[in-house]
Structure formats: structure tokens, C-alpha cells
């Protein structure tokens, strides 16, 4: 009975370790942000995503269809468990869009400069 437990145990955990691994997909890790690209990820921040997302990351109420909340004790638990699964699936919705509702900034954007926007809504305040 121990060895069934034990090998229960470790597929758990494999399994587990797997899904929150740190490897984001074809996208590559996210590479250093540099002060310019933050201050860049700021001012576009308030630019082109704050009018859905908020300032700081909670959507107006009047907002429809309500668009995602960042900042929150989930996202930073998503960020902190699923790490860069994470910021990979934020860069490809930032990138390609979502649902005809948030639009696609990949022909506007680098692929720094959108990880610039991905670490800026990890930064949001709570």
C-alpha cells in the first residue's frame, strides 16, 4: 500500500510541477524590463488600456462586457503559481486580442514592448 501512495504522491507531483512550470511557450521567457520600456508600459498603460482596465487594473463598473480585473490577490497567486504559463497567455492576449472585444496590439507593438505591458500588469497595485 506505501508503494501505491508513494507512486501516487510523485505523479501528483510531477503532474503538478508540469502545469506551473516556468516555460511560457513558443514566446520565449520575458526578457529584463528596462527602465525606458517601463515608463513606456506606463504611459501606454494610461494611453490605450486604462480606459477598459482601470488605472489601476479594476475595470469601470459601467464597463460591458466587463473586461478582465488585474492587480487582485487571484492575479497575483496566478502570477506567483503559474509564472511565466502565465505572463505567456497575458502576452498572447495582449498580442492577438480576445473575443472581437479587446483588440490586437501585435502589428502596433514589439514583442518587448508588449512584455513591457505584461510586467506592468503584474506590477499593478491590489
Known amino acids: 500500500m506505501k508503494f501505491r501512495i508513494s507512486l501516487f504522491t510523485l505523479l501528483f507531483y510531477a503532474i503538478f510541477l508540469s502545469d506551473c512550470s516556468s516555460n511560457p511557450g513558443k514566446e520565449g521567457a520575458p526578457p529584463r524590463t528596462t527602465e525606458e520600456l517601463k515608463v513606456f508600459a506606463d504611459l501606454y498603460w494610461r494611453q490605450k488600456c486604462a480606459a477598459c482596465h482601470g488605472l489601476t487594473g479594476s475595470p469601470p463598473s459601467e464597463t460591458n462586457p466587463a ?60
Not at 490577490?73 to 504559463?85: A, H, I, L, P, T
Not at 496590439?105 to 518587448?112: A, V
Open 67 to 126: 473586461p478582465r480585473k488585474f492587480g487582485s490577490f487571484g492575479m497575483k497567486m496566478g502570477f506567483f503559481f503559474g509564472g511565466d504559463k502565465m505572463r505567456a497567455g497575458i502576452f498572447r492576449t495582449v498580442r492577438d486580442g480576445k473575443n472581437q472585444v479587446m483588440p490586437a496590439f501585435g502589428k502596433d507593438l514589439s514583442e518587448e514592448k508588449i512584455w513591457a505591458l505584461v510586467e506592468k500588469i503584474e506590477r499593478l497595485p491590489n
